[in-house]
């Protein structure tokens, strides 16, 4: 695909790609995008039993799965139609 | 002859999306001068989003109640309205499933140009719809003899407002049906709104399976 561009295009596409990276890598390993900094989440599961906490992973993998699905399917949508002008 | 083949191109790229649907409208543009028009593609891509938030809208709601029937206070108590509830249910999920057949029916034969036999299975279509909310008005009438109502309980407040969602949602097809078959739709091709309808509707049963299982393994435990 990169090598579909040419010149600064390209550039710029390794950049945003490796900024994109970038922010992926800090966003997986930093304790707060594992909603710790969210007290009012972190005490609502810390006040629950196990029942509960199970029953709020399920609702998160409800709502994670499809909306990652969609992500992908609209991503794929616009990237499958990138050369088509009108 | 040019355009055509540039929006054949443009419909096999698009044919990704769904079953045929590129194909059907090519990427076509009515009227060829004048100012630029809206590629019918364009609504059938619009449609395909706008789902996506719809699909969205229920997946929250059934994530809620995924939470909440877990929830500490353990409130949550199984739907008990008799059998008679499930049977309506499975019924109605029944006729969604018919009418989905029946409408790719009539879309084949909207496409094969028999105008008659496209009316026919689309008003039947319609139809089986309306016999769907009828039944699902049944549904709430069985909740409410059994003294279920909106507040009774969280699983009820999950019953009403999922099948009242989704009611709603499903008259709005209903209506575009009617408007894609009995009423030109300015700035559209026929086709394209008879497309853009039916992934409509495909969608809502579709969704509606998803919510029926879930009120079987999740409202009724």
Redesign the interface.
Known sequence: MIAHFGGCRGVAVRVIAAALGCVTAIAAIAPGALAQGCAMCYQSAAAGNDHSRVALQHGILVLLLPSAGLFVGIFGLIYSRRNISR | MHESALADR?GL??G??GSGGGLIDG?G?RGGSGA?KT?DRAYV?GM??AL?GI??FF??I???A??R????SGDWQPIRAGSELWQILSLNTAVLLASSFTLAHARSRGRSGDENGFRRWWVVTTVLGVLFLAGQLLAWRLLEAAGLYLATNPSSSFFYLATAAHGVHLAAGIIALLLAAFRPVRRMARITAMEVASRYWHAMDAIWIFLFLFLIFGGRA
């Open positions: 443009a790229a698009a990704n999306i990427g543009r630029a590629p891509t395909t989003i996506s699909a969205m997946v929250a059934v994530s809620a995924v939470v029937r877990g929830a500490p």
